[in-house]
């Protein structure tokens, strides 16, 4: 599978492809004016403590005060004769109490990030945990004796009086021992500043701050998987150029700098990617289609044939679109960057074993997510209930904002039933004031249809009221506004 990361940077905005066998998989936009809050730690200070919710509210000095569940705190202190982990809050935390967080979801719509004081500082190679004393190996490390070895290393080069345990990340599979005892060393600086700093800063002040997109791809996302990662700034080139020096000298031939023209973006496809994962309807080459509906509490996606009428019989076609459709949407979750709670809505099927390949293929196309999927099984409706894990704002979020026209119904009312709300207003307005005559003020499409189609509904009306109608076409009321004036 050939992969390819590109990364278009402009003053105010950093965007990150990841491209596989030529089609965009992923889209990653940080912008300078709101930047991702996941991963920075903030000295914090708590204002409200809720029992019934077992959770309490920090003010980190952020736009909103964020929210702490009593199962993202560390509790320690606990001696061998202590009963074990409380899920009580007000035993934990008190209003006015000062902690050490680090953001874990940022805020989406009305809610505040989520916190947890179990802080961890990733690396490279390695994930540092200041709480724990043990060492974990990524769970897609699967070779025994590679876990073994990593498990190893990493011991040997931890010290007695060190407070602290390491993950070994996935990118580690194979990394030396010299490179490990470096990204070790580092963290336990990294976090020794910030342990300072906390000491000594206010609350409501920002300890450490991820780094910034272009560098936290080269941590998170290049290795030998990777063929090539072009940038289209030359600053952004180098300072990813520095971060491989540093850290990932072997995979430094892989960054290359694109000084050409033409947007990157737009040779390889990718903005006309974009533009699509805006939109509701997903095509499939079969003919069929997918909808993808976005609300507040979960999405839907309803997979219909469309056009596709198969060559076999009936449930070979709807079989086929299924499997088409299921790896259209693993594609689409991580493009779109939807979680939560999510409801699939493939066409019936009744075959069991159509049912097991629909589900594997795509639980086998959502492996390669690095977001946490959970999928049940189809349910007695057809239904698939599944979860994704979110992190950070959906693609829509990001990039768009709700309809000031529709107010994000997705629909309007139209023309014809604001036509009918003007003469129950005209009524309304002529019996409870006393006129010569009234002004309606409304948008084109309504004028036009009220002087045309309900101009004979428009004449009963004016004789039953006994006073003259007029008529302002608004150029900027949209098709459900409008006011009646009484004169």
Request: hydrophobic share 40%; glycine share 6%; proline share 3%.
């Amino acid at each position: 599978m050939s992969q390819e990361i590109f990364i278009n940077v402009t003053p105010r905005e950093t965007r990150v492809a990841l491209v596989e066998n030529g089609v965009l998989q992923e889209i990653f936009i940080e912008r300078a004016h709101r930047r991702g809050l996941v991963g920075n730690i903030y000295k914090g200070r708590v204002c409200r403590v809720l029992p019934g919710m077992q959770a309490a509210f920090v003010d980190a000095g952020l736009e909103r005060a964020a929210f702490l569940h009593v199962s993202d705190i560390v509790q320690s202190g606990q001696g061998d004769d202590a009963e074990g982990p409380t899920d009580d809050i007000t035993s934990l935390l008190k209003e006015g109490d000062e902690v050490c967080v680090q953001v874990i979801k940022d805020p989406l719509g009305t809610k505040g990030a989520r916190l947890t004081t179990q802080i961890t500082l990733p690396s490279r190679y390695l994930v540092f945990i200041p709480e724990v004393d043990n060492v974990g190996i990524s769970q897609k490390i699967e070779g025994e004796a590679e876990r073994i070895r990593l498990r190893d290393i990493i011991q040997l080069f931890m010290t007695d009086q060190e407070d602290g345990g390491y993950i070994a990340r996935t990118a580690a599979e194979g990394a030396g021992a010299e490179a490990l005892r470096a990204d070790m060393l580092f963290l336990r600086k990294l976090w020794q500043s910030i342990v300072e700093t906390m000491r000594e800063c206010r609350p409501g002040t920002l300890v450490y701050g991820d780094l910034p997109l272009t560098v936290r791809v080269m941590r998170d996302m290049l290795d030998d998987s990777i063929e090539r990662v072009r940038i289209d700034s030359r600053e952004g080139f180098q300072r990813a150029q520095e971060f491989c020096k540093r850290f990932m000298p072997g995979m430094q031939t892989q960054l290359e700098y694109y000084p050409g023209e033409r947007p990157i973006f737009d040779i390889y496809g990718i903005e006309d990617e974009i533009q699509k994962a805006l939109d509701r309807k997903v095509a499939l080459k079969s003919g069929g289609h997918v909808i993808i509906d976005q609300t507040e509490a979960m999405t839907t996606v309803d997979v219909n044939t469309g056009g596709y009428v198969g060559h076999r019989n009936l449930e070979e076609t709807i079989f086929k679109t299924n499997l088409e459709a299921a790896q259209a949407i693993a594609r689409q979750l991580r493009l779109r960057n939807l979680g939560g709670i999510i409801i699939l809505d493939f066409i019936d099927m009744q075959d069991e074993e159509h049912k097991r390949q629909v589900l594997r293929t795509l639980e086998k196309c959502l492996d390669k997510d690095h977001a946490r999927t959970h999928i049940s099984e189809v349910s007695a409706l057809g239904l698939v209930e599944m979860t994704r894990k979110r992190t950070s704002e959906s693609l829509e979020h990001v990039m768009c904002e709700v309809c000031p026209t529709c107010n994000g119904r997705a629909s309007l009312k139209t023309a014809e039933t604001t036509c009918y709300e003007i003469f129950r207003e005209i009524l309304r307005a002529a019996r409870q004031f006393d006129i010569e005559q009234l002004l309606v003020l409304a948008s084109q499409e309504v004028v036009d249809l009220l002087l045309d189609e309900e101009s004979a509904s428009l004449a009963e009306l004016e004789a039953f009221i006994g006073k003259p109608i007029r008529f302002q076409a608004e150029t900027l009321y949209t098709q459900e506004q409008y006011d009646v004036v009484p004169m």
